[in-house]
């Protein structure tokens, strides 16, 4: 089974009684949807809306994580790493430090650092609510912008 999450719930010592019924909160239905198509099939769904939905693209991400579904967090995060732009990288870097994605966070630092773009990511609304609601994440990625530039 691809999410060891669903097999315990399915399966596992913690199921209720004879109860048939497994009620998935704060997801939406789209979202679930395709997230079960992966689970499926080892891949999206092959309409344009979900690959070209960057935000679809990171709801999956954050479903991928919480179900344990290794393999949909990495195409999840390879996508978004392909459509990293100055208006949403501080926005993907939050998410990827939220959801523990090294290869999303590095995307998005060497996106940072390499493009001459920081001053146009930091008048960002995305770089603005990073600095309000995860100052940490500033921090690190600040630690490791300086790394990069030091190697």
Do not use: W
Not at 104 to 133: M, P
Request: net charge negative.
């Amino acid at each position: 089974m691809r999410s060891p999450v669903f097999k315990a719930e399915l399966y596992g010592p913690m199921r209720e009684g004879s109860a048939q019924l497994v009620t998935i909160e704060e997801m939406q239905p789209a979202v679930f949807k395709a997230m079960l198509h992966f689970i499926y099939t080892d891949s999206l769904p092959d309409t344009d809306p979900i690959r070209g939905d960057a935000e679809m693209i990171r709801n999956l991400l954050v479903a991928a994580d919480r179900y344990a579904v290794d393999r949909l967090k990495l195409v999840c995060q390879s996508i978004l790493c392909k459509n990293l732009h100055v208006k949403n990288v501080a926005t993907t870097l939050d998410l990827a430090y939220q959801h523990d994605s090294k290869l999303l966070q590095d995307a998005c630092l060497e996106f940072i650092s390499s493009s001459n773009v920081i001053d146009a990511v930091v008048a960002t609304q995305g770089y603005k609510n990073i600095k309000t609601t995860s100052p940490s994440t500033l921090v690190d990625a600040f630690e490791k912008m300086m790394t990069l530039h030091k190697t």
